[in-house]
């Protein structure tokens, strides 16, 4: 199993940058994929996950609106689209695999991460 997250970099405030997570090594379509981050000094927290269950998305509260969680089984990809960027997103970013179809559980297999830093 291998994910890789990348699309990362430096964007002013109020900018957009788009996430792409490329997964291979298994059925994708069988698993949720969510994109989590970390802050300097700060635990891991989860930003957004695509169940494949129901295709429904699931955001973290504060990016509810700015964020837009998407997959495209065709290409084994899941897209994070991140609009109206703010200084408190600068994170790495990561994707990981749900053991599931949904987006629960304990996520079992992670990307390497891609690092998003916004400007104020």
């Known amino acids: 199993v291998q994910l890789q997250a990348f699309g990362g970099g430096l964007v002013q405030a109020g900018g957009s940058l788009q996430l792409s997570c490329v997964a291979s090594g298994f059925t994708f379509d069988d698993h949720a994929i969510g994109w989590f981050r970390q802050a300097p000094g700060k635990e891991r927290e989860g930003v957004a996950c695509l169940s494949t269950a129901n295709n429904y998305p699931n955001y973290k509260d504060s990016v509810k609106g700015r964020f837009t969680v998407s997959r495209d089984n065709a290409t084994n990809t899941v897209y994070l689209q991140m609009n109206s960027l703010k200084p408190e997103d600068t994170a790495v970013y990561y994707c990981?695999?749900?053991?599931?179809?949904?987006?629960?559980?304990?996520?079992?297999?992670w990307g390497q991460g891609t690092q998003v830093t916004v400007s104020s």
């Open positions: 990981a695999t749900s053991p599931s179809s949904w987006c629960m559980g304990a996520y079992d297999y």
